[in-house]
């Protein structure tokens, strides 16, 4: 039998170390995961791809399996050792990002990355299907952005080193340096203890069965989830993907300028992103069921009118203020939108809906989203005349506007 959770049970002095190093962790998934994107240029040149080949590079061949394994992954961690799925994984990973700098063409590059994909699929679920038992359910958005503080640190890290170490030693020593040491973090990982799984009161499942897909894939307020923080992770993953490429094509910033401010900017704004969103997120929900996709909605919204500021100003200080308010609002939703998850699955499917949700949204952002760019980047001669790259990039405030419509009904469900 699985212990029933309360609101008062307290979290122990080992919860918040495992919560530590399940956050480290994820700060060199996203590093790992985004280091590429800062590297584009520096490929580009030696290899004279496209930019839909870069994005192939960079999103869909790190997209393919995690997406695939990212669902039997959740299942797995609904049942096996979470523990022992998350070291594998991060051995798996950490190993193909430092082989990505032995590559010698697009497909030696496209294998790395697909495996780097593979182990990194690995963590999502089954890491925060940890942090739910390891805590008790009034401080799951607080806990799930503290952890997802590990967007913010490991996307500022592949920023600012990705930027200095590729101009001063190339994008192969970027590579090597920062992709080989997470082996051996899956030593303090795997030595993690396992804690019990604990049941939410009321929830509607209590075993498995065959119909716990139908449960989530028929239930009005995940699937709006679903397909709101989709629209939303394209237009704020993309953010990432391009941001680098558009940089130095438009407005001719150097590599090292764009690491320093992208690290700056991602950690300034970032971390109180992650860390009070969901604190925010949570003060939401208690107003109303629905209030952290309410919550959602709103960032959603406000993002679009600083995307179109970033695409078609050229004032370097009116950037600066629209990638840090994006940056902002890019990761202060990732706490609410895993809460809201796990609450509306319930203990026993909680590895599988972060799963679906995962899956949508980097269907949508790596798979769709970046690829949509690349090409509409190609066909509007980007390469050959720069500013064309901005028309390209309105994919992304009109994603933000579809995003804020679908969350909006989330909430409207969620309360009813």
């Given at each position: 039998m699985q212990n029933i959770e309360t609101a008062e049970r307290p979290a122990s002095g080992y919860a918040w170390y495992a919560l530590g190093l399940l956050t480290f962790v994820y700060v060199l998934n996203f590093l790992d995961r985004v280091i590429i994107l800062y590297l584009f240029p520096l490929i580009k040149t030696e290899y004279k791809f496209t930019d839909l080949?870069?994005?192939?590079?960079?999103?869909?061949?790190?997209?393919i399996f995690y997406t695939a394994l990212g669902i039997p992954f959740g299942r797995y961690a609904d049942r096996g050792s979470r523990v022992k799925l998350i070291a594998i994984g991060l051995a798996i990973w950490s190993l193909f990002s430092g082989l990505t700098g032995f590559a010698w063409d697009f497909w030696s590059l496209f294998f790395c990355r697909l495996m780097v994909g593979v182990g990194e699929a690995t963590l999502g679920p089954a890491a925060i299907s940890l942090l739910s038992d390891y805590f008790p359910p009034?401080?799951?958005a607080t806990v799930t952005s503290i952890y997802s503080m590990g967007i913010a640190v490991g996307a500022g890290f592949a920023a600012f080193f990705g930027g200095l170490l590729g101009q001063e030693y190339g994008w192969r020593a970027a590579f090597y340096i920062l992709g080989f040491p997470g082996i051996l973090l899956a030593v303090f990982v795997f030595m993690l203890r396992e804690p019990k799984r604990m049941q939410t009161p009321n929830a509607a499942e209590t075993e498995y069965s065959g119909t716990d897909w139908k449960k989530l894939l028929s239930n009005k307020s995940f699937i709006l989830l679903c397909l709101g923080y989709a629209f939303l992770g394209l237009a704020t993953n993309n953010l990432s993907i391009w941001g680098?490429?558009?940089?130095?094509?438009?407005?001719?910033?150097?590599?090292?300028t764009?690491?320093?401010?992208?690290?700056?900017?991602?950690?300034?704004?970032?971390?109180?992103?992650?860390?009070?969103?969901?604190?925010?997120?949570?003060?939401?929900?208690?107003?109303?069921?629905g209030g952290r996709m309410l919550y959602g909605a709103g960032l959603?919204?406000?993002?679009?009118?600083?995307?179109?500021?970033?695409?078609?100003?050229?004032?370097?200080?009116?950037?600066?203020?629209?990638?840090?308010?994006?940056?902002?609002?890019?990761?202060?939703?990732?706490?609410?939108?895993?809460?809201?998850?796990?609450?509306?699955a319930g203990a026993n499917l909680r590895?599988?809906?972060?799963?679906?949700?995962?899956?949508?949204?980097?269907?949508?952002?790596?798979?769709?989203?970046?690829n949509l760019i690349g090409y509409l980047s190609d066909r509007f001669g980007a390469t050959e005349n720069p500013a064309m790259m901005r028309y390209a990039l309105l994919v992304c405030p009109i994603s933000c506007f579809l995003s804020a419509i679908f969350l909006y009904l989330g909430s409207q469900t969620r309360r009813a």
């Amino acid at each position: 039998m699985q212990n029933i959770e309360t609101a008062e049970r307290p979290a122990s002095g080992y919860a918040w170390y495992a919560l530590g190093l399940l956050t480290f962790v994820y700060v060199l998934n996203f590093l790992d995961r985004v280091i590429i994107l800062y590297l584009f240029p520096l490929i580009k040149t030696e290899y004279k791809f496209t930019d839909l080949q870069l994005s192939l590079l960079g999103t869909t061949a790190f997209v393919i399996f995690y997406t695939a394994l990212g669902i039997p992954f959740g299942r797995y961690a609904d049942r096996g050792s979470r523990v022992k799925l998350i070291a594998i994984g991060l051995a798996i990973w950490s190993l193909f990002s430092g082989l990505t700098g032995f590559a010698w063409d697009f497909w030696s590059l496209f294998f790395c990355r697909l495996m780097v994909g593979v182990g990194e699929a690995t963590l999502g679920p089954a890491a925060i299907s940890l942090l739910s038992d390891y805590f008790p359910p009034t401080k799951r958005a607080t806990v799930t952005s503290i952890y997802s503080m590990g967007i913010a640190v490991g996307a500022g890290f592949a920023a600012f080193f990705g930027g200095l170490l590729g101009q001063e030693y190339g994008w192969r020593a970027a590579f090597y340096i920062l992709g080989f040491p997470g082996i051996l973090l899956a030593v303090f990982v795997f030595m993690l203890r396992e804690p019990k799984r604990m049941q939410t009161p009321n929830a509607a499942e209590t075993e498995y069965s065959g119909t716990d897909w139908k449960k989530l894939l028929s239930n009005k307020s995940f699937i709006l989830l679903c397909l709101g923080y989709a629209f939303l992770g394209l237009a704020t993953n993309n953010l990432s993907i391009w941001g680098a490429t558009f940089y130095t094509r438009l407005h001719k910033f150097d590599l090292a300028t764009i690491g320093m401010w992208g690290g700056i900017l991602t950690l300034i704004a970032g971390i109180p992103a992650t860390l009070f969103g969901g604190v925010f997120a949570d003060w939401f929900r208690r107003k109303q069921a629905g209030g952290r996709m309410l919550y959602g909605a709103g960032l959603a919204l406000v993002s679009v009118p600083f995307w179109l500021l970033l695409i078609f100003t050229d004032n370097v200080y009116l950037i600066l203020l629209a990638n840090g308010v994006l940056l902002f609002a890019a990761l202060a939703w990732l706490g609410a939108a895993a809460a809201d998850a796990t609450e509306i699955a319930g203990a026993n499917l909680r590895g599988l809906a972060i799963a679906v949700y995962f899956f949508s949204v980097n269907i949508a952002a790596y798979l769709i989203g970046s690829n949509l760019i690349g090409y509409l980047s190609d066909r509007f001669g980007a390469t050959e005349n720069p500013a064309m790259m901005r028309y390209a990039l309105l994919v992304c405030p009109i994603s933000c506007f579809l995003s804020a419509i679908f969350l909006y009904l989330g909430s409207q469900t969620r309360r009813a």
